[in-house]
């Protein structure tokens, strides 16, 4: 889907006009990989858009900064009020937001010690990652022949822009194939996630999701799913899934900021309950949550203005 443009975008401290929001084509990031982003939403509610679960989504990127060894030359509390600057300035009910922080212009090489580091953060409108209607209808998924991270050698933990070739690889195998969306693997042969949502799956009843060990994301919006699952009164638990847990699973969904929540309907042909009971009393709370529609996780939506 093409980008539609917003009036500014944040870069090193201040809004620029969209058009100058430019980098250099010997930026060290764009060759060698070593910046790090986050995926943020803001959505429309009663009193104006707000940033659903802002700082954590902050914090997470100087957590994966710290992993890669990068210096953000700000503070958590710094880019907090720049996102909501930015979100502010494009006049929009609600959008999709995307900080970066990356080494720019100036220096050559793998060593990133001498490297300045900038950071933009940028806004646009962006519907529901594998469509509108996923949490209804579901989405083909499959296996991909592609690896997740070993976390010796590219650490999954850290949402590091080089990580995501491997994502790609994934995705694009996938969609040729004629599924929506790849399940990666990690090294041992365990589930980790897909090319950029977590995974849950139901077995006897119980919602599992994988462990960080398995090379899954820490994610934000995986978190939300696990506290709103347990105040329904499911039980759900951080566990190893198998890949036949997938062909044989009461329901299966996946989550994450860009996807939202989205409904399996199959992994690699074998058919899945779809939408299942959990999966969809889930979807319709997180939906309310995430525009400050439930009192309960009022706090998690920070106001834009």
């Known amino acids: 889907m093409p980008i539609q443009t917003t009036p500014k975008i944040w870069m090193n401290g201040e809004l620029v006009n969209w058009a100058d929001a430019q980098i250099h084509v010997l930026t060290h990031t764009l060759h060698y990989g070593t910046g790090v982003f986050e995926g943020i939403r803001a959505y429309e509610t009663a009193n104006g858009p707000a940033v659903f679960r802002l700082t954590e989504h902050i914090q997470r990127l100087f957590s994966s900064a710290k992993i890669v060894g990068m210096e953000i030359p700000y503070t958590v509390e710094e880019l907090v009020q720049a996102t909501k600057d930015t979100v502010a300035s494009t006049g929009l009910p609600s ?28 806004c646009w409108p962006w519907g529901a990652y594998l469509g509108d209607d996923a949490v209804n209808k579901g989405v083909r998924m499959k296996i991909s022949s592609w690896t997740r991270h070993d976390h010796n050698t590219m650490p999954p933990a850290s949402k590091t822009t080089g990580n995501y070739v491997n994502s790609s690889l994934a995705k694009v195998e996938a969609l040729k194939a004629g599924y929506d969306e790849a399940i990666m693997l990690a090294p041992n042969g365990l589930v980790a996630e897909c090319t950029g949502e977590n995974i849950f799956a139901v077995r006897n009843g119980i919602i599992l999701t994988p462990p960080i060990s398995a090379g899954a994301l820490e994610g934000i919006t995986q978190n939300t799913v696990m506290a709103i699952a347990r105040d329904l009164g499911y039980d759900v638990r951080v566990d190893n899934i198998a890949r036949s847990d997938l062909y044989i699973a009461e329901e299966i969904f996946v989550c994450g900021t860009a996807a939202e929540i989205s409904a399996v309907n199959s992994v690699d042909d074998r058919k899945v309950p779809c939408p299942g009971p959990k999966t969809k009393a889930i979807a319709e709370i997180y939906a309310r949550t995430v525009r400050a529609q439930e009192a309960k996780y009022a706090h998690w939506c920070e106001p834009a203005v």
Request: aromatic share 14%; net charge negative.
């Open 95 to 122: 959008c999709y937001v995307r900080p970066i922080a990356y080494y720019g212009y100036g220096e050559m090489g793998l060593n990133t010690l001498p490297c300045s580091v900038d950071v933009a953060i940028a």
